[in-house]
């Protein structure tokens, strides 16, 4: 059954809409409205790399939205999935995903789900995998005695295939686009072994400040040697991360550096599950830090 273009919300209608053509402050004022840090800067990042709907009201007010993102021609990502807090038990958030099911069918997902929306992706058939902890904070003490085993230095626009197919041994499937297009709005730094790049982490502006992601390593060392670089040039600002991992030595140098753990997501599938794309090699890369949880 295909989801109706309109859906009546007790005595008016919300109409859908592509959310490339939504008016950017508009947008801007629905994720504050929920309290999320995206800046009008980060959904025309997001609308340049991905594609959604907006719920309008009678009047033209943007009170809902849905965006998804194709990594690859098997896997995609969805984010931004946000009601106004006056609708939120009215279905609008259902009647926006039934859209990007709609558009993406066939093809395995992946969302990051808040603890309020996890009943909706469960209703949908979307499976637990693991959680995400956002950690912020502003960065201080940036680690000054780490062991490097190879060279670091910055990246530049000649390392972002290197970088890239990096990411897809990590993610599971290439994202050449979505790198190359990080490479524009970020400053990264590598870590090479005899000149293969072995190890990166991307640091770009975002929210109340920056965010490093994606961070790909094979191990804690080589993770703690990328991201190190990012927290001294940031300390004394507003730093995020967001990780899979609760402990370890990346972990604890992730909250020495003061971006404790502020809140914490739900990595979930549909279709083929994380394990399902893992390389299983040893010494496999690893994803150690999310480029963000609406693109994963």
């Known amino acids: 059954m295909m989801p109706s273009e309109k859906l009546q919300i007790d005595a008016f209608a919300m109409e859908i809409g592509d959310v490339a053509d939504a008016d950017l402050g508009q947008l801007h004022a629905l994720s504050i409205s929920v309290g999320w840090p995206h800046r009008a800067e980060d959904w025309q990042f997001l609308r340049e790399v991905g594609k959604g709907v907006v719920a309008t009201d009678e009047i ?16 995609a990502t969805i984010g931004m999935v946000i009601t106004s807090p006056r609708l939120q038990t009215q279905g609008t958030g259902l009647w926006l995903m039934e859209y990007a099911l709609k558009d993406l069918a066939g093809v395995n997902l992946r969302l990051n789900a808040t603890r309020a929306a996890q009943r909706l992706y469960l209703s949908l058939g979307f499976k637990p995998e693991k959680k995400v902890y956002q950690c912020q904070g502003v960065a201080t003490h940036p680690p000054a005695d780490l062991t ?53 982490a991307l640091c770009r ?91 994963g």
């Not at 033209?60 to 896997?75: K, N, V, Y």
């Not at 109340?208 to 040039?233: C, F, K, L, T, Y």
Request: glycine share 10%; proline share 3%; aromatic share 8%.
């Open 60 to 75: 033209g007010r943007i009170m809902s939205s849905a965006m998804w993102f194709s990594q690859s021609p098997e896997l």
């Open 148 to 200: 490097v085993s190879g060279e670091l230095r910055p990246l530049t626009d000649a390392d972002v295939d290197a970088a890239a197919r990096l990411d897809a041994g990590a993610f599971g499937v290439a994202r050449t686009e979505l790198m190359a297009k990080l490479f524009q709005h970020s400053r990264g730094y590598g870590l090479f072994r005899d000149g293969r790049l072995v190890a990166f």
């Open 205 to 295: 502006r975002f929210g109340r400040g920056h965010v490093v992601g994606p961070i790909v390593a094979s191990n804690d060392e080589d993770a703690m040697a990328v991201v190190a670089p990012h927290i001294r040039d940031h300390e004394g600002r507003f730093l995020r991360l967001d990780t899979h991992f609760e402990t370890g030595d990346f972990a604890l140098l992730v909250v020495r550096s003061g971006l404790a753990v502020f809140d914490t997501v739900l990595t979930m599938s549909l279709g083929k599950s994380l394990a399902d794309f893992a390389s299983g090699e040893a010494d496999a890369p690893i994803t150690y830090s999310l480029v963000s949880q609406t693109l």
